[in-house]
C-alpha cells in the first residue's frame, strides 16, 4: 500500500529552520509530482511547496525566499528546508503525492514556531 510518511516537526524559535522530510514507499515516486501543504488551527489547509517530476518548483507567496523544496529520487523522499521560521509557520505540514488522477497523503507533522 502506499505510505507517505513526515518527519523532521518539531518546535523552534523565531528566526530558527527546520527540515521536514517525506519518505514514500508503494508508488513509482519519480514520476509524481509531490508538494507541502500545511494547515493552521481554524484556517484551511493551503499549499507551500511542490515539485514535478522534472524538478520544476512552486511556491506560496508567504514563504518564497525561506523555504526551499526538493528531491531525491533514488531515496523516495520529498524534503522541505524552512529557514527564517515566523509564528505565523506555526501549523501541520502534510505531505502529498500527486499523479494523474492518484493523490496520497502523509499523516502530517506538528511544526510550532514559538519563543
Known amino acids: 500500500q502506499v505510505q507517505l510518511v513526515e518527519s523532521g516537526g518539531g518546535l523552534v524559535q523565531p528566526g530558527g529552520s527546520l527540515r521536514l522530510s517525506c519518505a514514500a514507499s508503494g508508488i513509482i515516486f519519480k514520476v509524481y509530482t509531490m508538494g507541502w501543504y500545511r494547515q493552521a488551527p481554524g484556517k484551511p489547509r493551503e499549499l507551500v511547496a511542490t515539485i514535478t517530476s522534472g524538478a520544476g518548483t512552486d511556491y506560496a507567496e508567504s514563504v518564497k525566499g525561506r523555504f526551499t523544496i526538493s528531491r531525491d529520487n533514488a531515496k523516495n523522499t520529498v524534503y522541505l528546508q524552512m529557514n527564517s521560521l515566523k509564528p505565523d509557520d506555526t501549523a501541520v505540514y502534510y505531505c502529498?503525492?500527486?499523479?494523474?488522477?492518484?493523490?496520497?497523503w502523509g499523516q502530517g507533522t506538528q511544526v510550532t514556531v514559538s519563543s
Open positions: 502529498n503525492a500527486k499523479w494523474i488522477t492518484r493523490a496520497y
